[in-house]
């Protein structure tokens, strides 16, 4: 049986664009705002830091998860957190101590998520599991706007289900890049249940009952297969 599937809206880092997004993520029925924090280093990119996040904490009642794709994320976990982050993910590729990074997350009553990049291996993350709330699969190489889906990554989901399942876990099993009303199917039946969607996904065309009638299709495949 499918768990109840969570939506989290990737917003864009424009400060001024922030009232639009989080009406967006409202109007659209988002369960919570997902915000991409790059160093330049890890990623190519640079974005913004925990300034934003406090702006944003002050703008809204939805969950924030903070994605960091830093070098480094225990030097600043404190910071995201402290401006009001609800969920930090790290990566497992990062340089850093993992347990200590999850174990200082936790000690500050923050939830702890770990991110693994496409060419991971899902093993790796494994004896992290029972300690964390979620576990992000990219599915695309970053930045995902502008790298394909890769339906091969879809086994790291399946593996990661079963093995909650298997332990009686209940983190959750989040995915982000690529993903479109023709991708979403096949990564919710893989194992899915909170997908990351970019903010440009939420068009005017794409309503609740369009989104509504996408996930009910999901539910009926699954029933049949």
Do not use: W
Not at 96 to 114: A, E, P, S, V
Not at 115 to 133: G, R, V
Not at 135 to 149: A, C, D, E, G, V
Request: aromatic share 6%; proline share 6%.
């Amino acid at each position: 049986m499918l768990q109840p599937i969570r939506l989290s809206i990737n917003i864009g880092i424009n400060p001024f664009q922030l009232p639009k997004e989080i009406q967006k993520a409202e109007i659209m029925r988002c369960n919570s705002i997902h915000v991409d924090v790059m160093d330049g280093h890890f990623v190519p990119n640079l974005s913004i830091g925990p300034d934003f996040i406090a702006a944003l904490r002050s703008m809204t009642d939805l969950p924030i998860e903070v994605h960091l794709l830093i070098q480094q994320p225990d030097r600043f976990a404190r910071d995201f957190i402290e401006a009001g982050a609800d969920l930090l993910i790290v990566h497992l590729e990062s340089h850093h101590d993992i347990q200590k990074t999850i174990n200082l997350i936790r000690g500050l009553g923050c939830r702890c998520g770990l991110a693994l990049n496409p060419l991971t291996l899902f093993e790796k993350s494994i004896k992290y599991l029972p300690q964390l709330q979620a576990i992000l699969f990219l599915i695309s190489n970053f930045p995902p706007k502008i790298h394909p889906f890769q339906p091969e990554k879809l086994s790291k989901i399946r593996k990661a289900k079963e093995f909650r399942e298997k332990n009686n876990l209940n983190f959750e099993i989040q995915v982000e890049g690529g993903l479109s009303a023709q991708t979403i199917p096949s990564t919710v039946i893989a194992g899915a249940n909170t997908l990351v969607l970019e903010s440009s996904f939420f068009t005017e065309e794409l309503s609740v009952q369009t989104l509504s009638e996408i996930l009910k299709g999901i539910d009926e495949a699954s029933a049949g297969g």
